[in-house]
């Protein structure tokens, strides 16, 4: 699941419902499409598929923090594969 990278924001944060929308799925897809699929860190081919270490991920540039506007900012969304997407956000959790 991707909204599993802000371990530290409580529970019950707005964003969660966020991501299980039909809006969501949709820019998701449009991002991934925008991108080619490409990863936009290491330049790989992302796949679909959730077990797979390329699948796609969409990432935020910068955190939206529960902040509307910027969670659903296309220009602040950017397709990243799974292996980018869990180093990016480590780094920033510590
Ligand atoms: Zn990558």
Do not use: Y
Request: a positive charge; glycine letters at 4%.
């Amino acid at each position: 699941m991707w909204e599993c990278w802000m371990p530290r924001f409580p529970s019950g944060k707005p964003s969660d419902a966020w991501h299980k929308t039909k809006r969501w799925q949709r820019l998701r897809i449009r991002i991934i499409a925008r991108d080619s699929a490409v990863c936009q860190m290491c330049g790989c081919r992302t796949t679909t598929g959730r077990k797979n270490p390329r699948a796609a991920e969409v990432d935020h540039i910068i955190p939206h923090r529960g902040d509307e506007a910027r969670f659903w900012n296309v220009n602040n969304l950017q397709c990243l594969c799974k292996v980018c997407h869990s180093t990016t956000k480590q780094r920033q959790e510590t």
